[in-house]
């Protein structure tokens, strides 16, 4: 069978070489975690997680979209991540997820 590339890199391939570039620089992360938002009182399931002295320090939101337009500032799902008061960042696109490192250091 011909394999046809897709025309965008599905998010599961963005999510996984993020996870593969914190893992190889040895900082502890973990994929699809359930938070609790009280405020909201419902869940959310964070794409990445960064973990440091056993803290929850900052949320990645993996997406796959043209243009790198950043999501809704309005939406439920960007709601639920402010109201945990943790920084959050985008990783719109497979370049960023190849540069995460230096994307996430100012928040280490």
């Not at 893992?23 to 959310?44: D, M, T, V």
């Not at 939101?61 to 500032?73: H, W």
Request: with cysteine; proline share 6%.
């Amino acid at each position: 069978m011909k394999f046809i590339p897709p025309k965008r890199i599905h998010e599961s391939n963005i999510q996984a070489e993020v996870y593969r570039r914190l893992r190889n620089a040895g900082i502890k992360c973990y994929l699809e975690y359930p938070i609790y938002c009280p405020e909201f009182k419902s869940s959310i399931r964070v794409d990445v997680i960064i973990i440091k002295d056993d803290e929850i320090k900052l949320f990645i939101e993996c997406k796959s979209r043209k243009r790198n337009k950043e999501p809704y500032k309005k939406g439920q799902q960007y709601l639920k991540y402010k109201s945990l008061n943790l920084p959050l960042i985008y990783c719109m696109d497979f370049k960023q997820a190849v540069n995460i490192l230096d994307i996430i250091r100012p928040y280490l």
